[in-house]
């Protein structure tokens, strides 16, 4: 179940099927920052044009919430590059060019900036890792599910039948709409068409988990989407506005 709880004026969302594990995780709505006007309030992103004092506070906040003191994030570019983060952290680290950030670190918190594409974990029990990423439609056909999956085995020797995946907030089958999507789709995702030109991108990538090998029952998604939940950001539905975080650490 994807349950809403609140710490102190924020408010995230996780699930509770992944408690009993040595993880956290958090999605957290636009509530409980300091950001103004159409980045109000809890922006995390310094690539909105929001002032920087006000994102540095706002992830301070999510650092709070979650007990950890460092933070890795990327500059996202839709694409399927990822991080390895093998080290403890000495501050807060932002890379360039990635959408994939993955760790076996304990206390280092995992940050994927959205507002209308889909955040996804990776979560091995065993091998306790995790990989944290961020899937737009252009990832998806880059085919970074598959990717993430696979770096799971090779970084951490993970076997399939040990991971938890989980589908975070973003745009539902409701809002998922591409004009073109022949130009922008390949064949395989014409299937997930539920509509004319409306896409059910969760059930896409829960395809793409469980053609993976992973256990159906251990494949979670919120069901949340985020242009209808103004709780969350979306930029298809104000264009100018921040971003939400989905964020995960293991303890
Ligand atoms: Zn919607």
Redesign the pocket.
């Known amino acids: 179940m994807f349950q809403r709880s609140c710490y102190q004026d924020l408010t995230y969302y996780e699930f509770s099927d992944l408690k009993e594990f040595p993880l956290r995780h958090a999605v957290f709505t636009r509530f409980g920052g300091v950001s103004k006007g159409p980045y109000s309030s809890l922006n995390l992103s310094f690539e909105v044009g929001d002032d920087p004092q006000a994102v540095y506070e706002n992830r301070y906040r999510i650092k709070q919430a979650l007990g950890v003191s460092r933070l890795v994030s990327a500059k996202q570019v839709h694409g399927k590059r990822y991080f390895l983060c093998s080290s403890p952290l000495k501050k807060d680290i932002e890379i360039e060019g990635c959408d994939l950030i993955l760790t076996d670190q304990q206390g280092v918190g995992v940050l994927i900036k959205q507002a209308d594409c889909q955040a996804f974990m990776l979560y091995d029990e065993r091998q306790h890792s995790l990989a944290l990423g961020h899937a737009g439609w252009r990832g998806l056909v880059a085919g970074i599910l598959e990717e993430a999956v696979e770096l799971m085995q090779r970084c951490f020797g993970s076997k399939v039948e040990d991971l938890w995946a989980a589908v975070f907030p973003s745009?539902?089958?409701?809002?998922?709409e591409f004009r073109g999507y022949k130009e922008l789709f390949p064949p395989s995702f014409w299937p997930f068409q539920i509509k004319p030109n409306y896409f059910d991108l969760w059930s896409l990538s829960v395809h793409k988990l469980r053609a993976k090998g992973l256990n159906p029952a251990r494949i979670l998604t919120s069901g949340l989407?985020?242009?209808?939940?103004r709780e969350f950001y979306s930029y298809r539905r104000e264009k100018v506005t921040g971003r939400f975080g989905s964020v995960a650490v293991l303890c």
């Open positions: 745009l539902g089958p409701c809002c998922a989407c985020n242009k209808c939940h």
